[in-house]
């Protein structure tokens, strides 16, 4: 027996508890060892797919009772899972692919788990956002995940111009379907400059990761039909420094409201939360107004001094 194999054993995995349990995202070989070991120990094995599921465990050679528990039957199947827990068991979760509560059912019923006092534990393993991200580079080091963008091209543009000012990179999952609509959405609300990976079919046969600019996205999708075949995720660059500073004056509405209520230094946070602006940017910004606020005083203060 291997070390790693002996260390996913000899790890204590209590009991009862929810086991969160990331899969692989296509290449079967993507399980790690505490994976693969917890599945074999586990009681039950609630799955988002479980004829999915089970195909991959036959793969693995386990054969465990399964529990489906998809977004349609969260609450039910949450609470099958609660009983089981009360019974003393260890229940593992997997979703259909890669990590749940990725943009995949499992938050609610962590949430559910944990109100009722039962360990949570998650076994990290493959997701296709930090795979396309492990291979993007160093424009991409900070970023937000922002799932799947809505399929409705209106409120689609709307939720890129509210993210165009952002700075850190932007990680994104699309359905084939829409992967042309989502690229030429992104290069209008974005600008066409900015860079932008298109990781395809990560892990699988047919795996491609293209770094190009939003302008060029859409042309080199159209070039070949396959490349808007099979399961996409989008690395898009955030904006530059110089981007930034100029679209600041966009959150100047809610930084003055905030200043009304709080110090310099909480409103530029509270609004650099809101807004995914750079909180010393916004404080910079905010600390201008008073300085020039104060030297107005001044000056006024300077004038009736004279008047005297
Ligand atoms: N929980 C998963 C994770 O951790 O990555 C994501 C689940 S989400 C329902 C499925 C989406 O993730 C797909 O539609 C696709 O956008 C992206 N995705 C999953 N596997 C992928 C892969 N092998 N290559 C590229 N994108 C993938």
């Not at 793969?59 to 977004?71: D, F, N, T, W």
Request: net charge negative.
């Amino acid at each position: 027996m291997s070390d790693v194999n002996r260390l996913a054993q000899g790890q204590d995995y209590p009991a009862p508890a929810l086991y969160i349990v990331a899969t692989p995202i296509g290449n079967a070989a993507d399980i790690t060892f505490r994976a693969r070991h917890l599945l074999g120990l586990c009681d039950r094995i609630a799955a988002e797919d479980t004829r999915n599921t089970g195909q991959l465990l036959t793969r693995y050679g386990i054969s465990k009772p399964l529990i489906a528990a998809h977004q349609h039957n969260e609450r039910e199947a949450a609470e099958r899972i609660l009983s089981h827990l009360a019974a003393g068991e260890r229940v593992a979760f997997v979703s259909d692919a890669g990590t749940p509560g990725i943009s995949d059912p499992g938050a609610r019923l962590v949430e559910a788990a944990r109100a009722q006092g039962y360990p949570v534990v998650p076994l990290p393993g493959a997701s296709a956002a930090i795979t396309a991200l492990s291979a993007a580079g160093a424009w991409a080091e900070t970023f937000t995940f922002i799932g799947f963008l809505p399929s409705k091209p209106k409120q689609r543009a709307s939720a890129l111009q509210s993210l165009a000012h952002h700075r850190h990179a932007l990680v994104c999952y699309e359905a084939p379907h829409r992967i042309d609509d989502m690229l030429a959405a992104a290069r209008d609300a974005l600008g066409g400059e900015r860079r932008v990976l298109i990781g395809r079919e990560l892990t699988k046969l047919h795996e491609s990761l293209h770094v190009c600019t939003l302008a060029e996205g859409p042309d080199w999708l159209a070039a070949d039909a396959n490349r808007r075949r099979g399961e996409f995720v989008l690395v898009i660059e955030g904006a530059s420094a110089d981007a930034e500073e100029g679209g600041l004056d966009a959150h100047d509405p809610l930084l003055r409201a905030l200043l009304e209520e709080l110090p310099v230094s909480a409103a530029a946070r509270v609004a650099a939360k809101v807004t995914g602006a750079s909180r010393n940017a916004l404080y910079t910004r905010a600390l201008s107004w008073s300085s020039a606020a104060a030297e107005d005083q001044e000056e006024d203060d300077g004038e009736e001094d004279g008047a005297e």
